[in-house]
C-alpha cells in the first residue's frame, strides 16, 4: 500500500504542496475552501473522465473545451427561447454526443489522426460558438431550480457540481473494470490490429468511445453555464490541456 | 559512420543501402541489422536469441560466416536456437535447459538430434507427430473461386475432423489467404460456405459469428495484446459469453481460464500475469485458447509453432490431434515441413496467391510440394 501510494509521485507532490500552502496560510485547509477547490476541479473531473477513456485508446481529444463552450451556449439559448430546463439538458447532451461522434466516425472509419480531427473540431466550434453567440454572452434568466441547481446548488451543505463528479467517478470506474465496454477500451490502446484481429469491431466502440467524450464535455458545458448564471463564448479555453493533464497526474500514459 | 554501417552489412550479404529504414526492410533484413548492431559493439561474448528464427537459407548462411569468421578472432558466442538442425553445424558445446532449469550439457560431436530432444522434453519422442485416423465428417467449409486483393481464384473444401495444411513458400500468400477467409481481408469476389450454407462476411468479427477462428502467426504484432493479462488475452474473442448487463461475470471468466491453464499445462504464476512476460510456448497456448473459447467449428492456425521450444510444440501437436478427434476443421499453415506433412490429412500449396497443388496425404511427398510451391510445373 505504502509502497504503491510512493510509486505515484504527481500524488505525493500534491500532498507536500497542500502541506506548504496550509503552512503559509492555515485557512487553506478550512471545509469551504476545499470545498469550493473540488468544485472548481469538478468540471475539470468531467471532462477528464472521457478524456481517460479516450487516452486509452491510444486517441486524444482537443476539441473538448470548444465543445463545453458551444454547447454551453446552446443550453442557455434553448432556455433563451423557452425550451424548459430539463428538455434543453437532454439536448444539449445529444448535441454533445453528435460532435463526439464525429470526432470518432472520422478518426475510426476514415482513419485520420485524433489530433488533427479534434483540432479541427476544436477551431471549428470554437469559431461557430463565436458567430451563434455573436461574441456576447447568452444569460439564463428561466433556469428554474433543477437547471440552476446543477451547477450552483448545495445538498447536505455540499456543492451539486461535486455529487456528479463521484457518481461520475464511480460509474467510469465500473464501466472500464467490470464491463466488456471496458476490457475493449483496455484491449484497443494495447493493439488494436490484435483486438480487432480478435472479431471486436474497433471503429465501433472507438466511436462510442469519443462519443462519450463529447457528451461529458456538454455536460461539462451544461455545469459551467448553470453555475455562470450565462453562457460565455469563450468558456473552456485550454480546457483540453487541463483535462489531458489531469488524466496523465492520474497515472493514464499518453 | 555511414562507410562502417556499409562494411558490416557487406559482411552480412545485406545489399541493401544503409541509409534506408529500418521499417522497410523484410523481417529477415531487420534481423540482419540487428546482428550487425551486436558486432559493431566489438563486444568479446555475444548472445543471439533465435537469431536465424525470420531468416531465409543464404540469410543463415552468411550469418553462419560471419559467426565463424568471429570465432576465429577469438570472440565467444551464446547461441540459443530451437532449431536443432543448426547446433551440430555451427556449435561447439550445447548447454540443455527446461522451465528455467539447467539440464545437461555435452559437447556436440558426441551427441545427436534424438540425445538434444530427449533432455529438451525429458522424454524421449517416440514419435513426433503422432498421426490420429478419425472417419471425416460432414463439410464445414467450401470456398469456391475466392479472389481478394491477397489472392487469386482459391477453391477448396475441408470436413469434419480434417486437418488441411496449407505449404507455400514465405510471401506466397498463404497467411493473406487465412486472414481472407476470415474476413480481415475484403472478398471481392466468389463464395464462401459454411456447413453446406452460403455466408457473406467481411470483418472478422462476422467470421467469428459463422464459426470460424483464425490464430495469428505473429503474437507480437496480431495476435496478442502484449500489455493485457492472461486472463484478458484468453477471453477477448469470447467476452460476450462472459457478460450480461450487469457486467462482466468474471468469476465464470476466471473459472474458463483455469480451465484452458490447466488443460494446456500454461505456465503463468497467476492468470493476472501480463502475457508479454509468458515464454512463446505458452504465450502460443494462450492465443490458441483464445480462439477454442469461440467454440469455432472451424480452427485456422497460422505457424501455431513458430518461435516455440520442443516440448511446447509437442503439446500443441496433441492439442491438434485431441481437437480433430473432436471432429473441427482445421486449416494448419505452416513453412516446416515435417509439420505440413506429419500432421495434415490433405495439403493445398499456394504460388503467388493461387493454388498450385492439392494433394492427399498419401501422395505427397516433400518434392512434389516444393515444385508447386515455386511455381515449377509437374
Known amino acids: ?254 | 559512420m555511414h562507410k562502417d554501417a556499409r562494411k558490416l552489412l557487406a559482411l552480412l550479404n545485406v545489399t541493401e543501402c544503409e541509409k534506408i529504414l529500418v521499417s522497410d526492410l523484410t523481417i529477415g533484413k531487420r534481423q540482419m541489422v540487428e546482428i550487425a548492431k551486436a558486432i559493431s559493439q566489438n563486444a568479446n561474448l555475444i548472445v543471439m536469441d533465435e537469431p536465424t528464427d525470420a531468416l531465409t537459407d543464404n540469410e543463415t548462411a552468411s550469418l553462419f560466416k560471419v559467426i565463424r569468421g568471429l570465432i576465429s578472432e577469438g570472440k565467444s558466442i551464446i547461441y540459443i536456437s530451437h532449431r536443432l538442425k543448426e547446433i551440430p553445424e555451427i556449435c561447439n558445446d550445447v548447454t540443455i535447459m527446461r522451465d528455467g532449469k539447467f539440464i545437461t550439457e555435452a559437447e556436440v560431436k558426441d551427441i545427436d538430434e534424438d540425445f538434444i530432444i530427449k533432455n529438451m522434453v525429458g522424454r524421449t519422442l517416440s514419435e513426433q507427430f503422432p498421426r490420429v485416423k478419425v472417419q471425416l465428417g460432414e463439410e464445414v467449409l467450401r470456398v469456391e473461386n475466392l479472389s481478394g486483393e491477397h489472392v487469386k481464384n482459391i477453391s477448396f473444401n475441408i470436413r469434419k475432423g480434417e486437418i488441411l495444411g496449407i505449404a507455400g513458400l514465405m510471401g506466397a500468400g498463404r497467411t493473406e489467404l487465412a486472414k481472407t477467409i476470415y474476413g480481415y481481408y475484403k472478398k471481392t469476389a466468389g463464395n464462401v460456405y459454411i456447413e453446406g450454407k452460403k455466408r457473406k462476411f467481411n470483418s472478422p468479427e462476422d467470421g467469428l459469428g459463422v464459426g470460424i477462428a483464425y490464430v495469428s502467426e505473429d503474437r507480437k504484432g496480431d495476435g496478442l495484446v502484449l500489455g493485457l493479462s492472461v486472463k484478458e488475452n484468453m477471453t477477448l474473442s469470447s467476452l460476450p459469453s462472459f457478460s450480461s448487463w450487469f457486467g462482466l461475470n468474471k468469476k465464470k471468466e476466471k473459472k474458463a481460464t483455469k480451465d484452458f491453464v490447466d488443460k494446456f499445462r500454461i505456465k503463468t504464476p497467476t492468470y493476472d500475469q501480463i502475457i508479454k512476460k509468458l515464454s512463446g510456448g505458452n504465450q502460443q497456448k494462450v492465443a490458441i485458447a483464445k480462439a477454442l473459447l469461440t467454440n469455432p467449428k472451424l480452427l485456422i492456425l497460422d505457424e501455431p509453432t513458430r518461435g516455440i521450444d520442443v516440448g511446447a510444440k509437442k503439446e500443441i501437436y496433441d492439442v491438434i490431434n485431441e481437437l480433430k478427434r473432436k471432429g473441427m476443421g482445421i486449416i494448419i499453415i505452416s513453412s516446416e515441413m515435417p509439420e505440413v506433412m506429419g500432421l495434415s490429412d490433405r495439403i493445398l500449396v499456394i504460388h503467388e496467391n493461387s493454388i498450385t497443388g492439392n494433394f492427399p496425404i498419401e501422395e505427397a511427398t516433400q518434392e512434389k510440394i516444393m515444385r508447386c510451391a515455386i511455381g515449377v510445373n509437374q
Open chain 1, 1 to 254: 500500500m505504502i509502497k504503491k501510494l510512493w510509486s505515484n509521485k504527481p500524488l505525493i507532490g500534491l500532498i507536500v504542496f497542500a502541506i506548504i500552502v496550509s503552512i503559509i496560510n492555515p485557512r487553506f485547509l478550512s471545509v469551504g475552501n476545499l470545498l469550493n477547490v473540488l468544485r472548481q476541479t469538478s468540471v475539470n473531473a468531467v471532462i477528464a473522465t472521457g478524456m481517460t477513456m479516450i487516452i486509452l485508446t491510444g486517441g486524444i481529444d482537443l476539441s473538448v473545451g470548444s465543445i463545453l463552450a458551444f454547447t454551453g451556449a446552446f443550453c442557455a439559448y434553448m432556455i433563451a427561447i423557452g425550451v424548459n430546463p430539463e428538455t434543453a439538458l437532454l439536448l444539449t447532451l445529444i448535441v454533445g454526443v453528435i460532435f463526439g461522434t464525429a470526432n470518432g466516425a472520422f478518426i475510426s472509419y476514415c482513419k485520420l489522426q485524433p489530433f488533427i480531427v479534434t483540432l479541427v473540431t476544436m477551431t471549428l466550434l470554437r469559431g461557430a460558438t463565436l458567430v451563434f453567440t455573436d461574441g456576447k454572452p447568452i444569460p439564463i434568466k428561466a433556469g428554474g431550480d433543477f437547471f440552476d441547481n446543477l451547477g450552483g446548488g448545495y445538498f447536505l451543505q455540499i456543492p451539486i457540481p461535486i455529487y456528479i463528479m463521484i457518481i461520475l467517478f464511480i460509474t467510469a470506474y465500473y464501466v472500464l473494470n467490470h464491463t466488456r465496454f471496458g476490457r475493449y477500451v483496455y484491449a484497443i490502446g494495447g493493439n488494436e490490429e490484435a483486438t480487432r484481429l480478435s472479431g471486436i469491431n474497433t471503429s465501433k466502440y472507438k466511436t462510442i468511445v469519443y462519443a462519450v467524450g463529447g457528451m461529458l464535455s456538454a455536460l461539462a458545458g451544461v455545469i459551467v453555464t448553470s453555475r455562470l448564471g450565462s453562457a460565455q463564448p469563450t468558456a473552456g479555453t485550454g480546457y483540453e490541456l487541463d483535462a489531458i493533464a489531469a488524466v496523465v497526474l492520474g497515472g493514464t500514459s499518453l
